[in-house]
Nanobody
Framework: QVQLVESGGGLVQPGGSLRLSCVAS???????????MNWYRQAPGKERELVAR????????NYADSVKGRFTISRDNAKKTVYLQMNSLKPEDTAVYYC?????????????WGQGTQVTVSS
């Protein structure tokens, strides 16, 4: 059974940093490497929004304008893990952050979601 498990959330002061991790279990590392990985977030009362995405090999990344220059997505296919390094955090970054796996270009299969990890930016 495939599971995505996020970790690394917590309470941080404005201007601080956090590193989120998402580990995929139930995947072989070969299967994991056929999935593009996304980080989404959802703040209270708001729709879920795409924050960052990374292609299967990690060769291409994209970011929401609101986090560009502050967040960095990366992946380690051997460890079946995707990361989100978040720097210069702002109160408006407060949300539940979700990991999402979708088949990469040329591949097919189901998509998967993690259970989410809470990030709170407050003084």
């Amino acid at each position: 059974q495939v599971q995505l498990v996020e970790s690394g959330g917590g309470l941080v002061q404005p201007g601080g940093s956090l590193r989120l991790s998402c580990v995929a279990s139930g995947f072989t590392f070969i299967t994991f490497s056929t999935y593009a990985m996304n980080w989404y977030r959802q703040a209270p009362g708001k729709e879920r929004e795409l924050v960052a995405r990374i292609t299967t090999t990690g060769g291409s990344t994209n970011y929401a304008d609101s986090v560009k220059g502050r967040f960095t997505i990366s992946r380690d296919n051997a460890k079946k893990t995707v990361y989100l390094q978040m720097n210069s955090l702002k109160p408006e970054d407060t949300a539940v952050y979700y990991c999402n796996a979708v088949p990469g270009s040329g591949f097919w299969g189901p998509s998967y979601w993690g259970q989410g990890t809470q990030v709170t930016v407050s003084s």
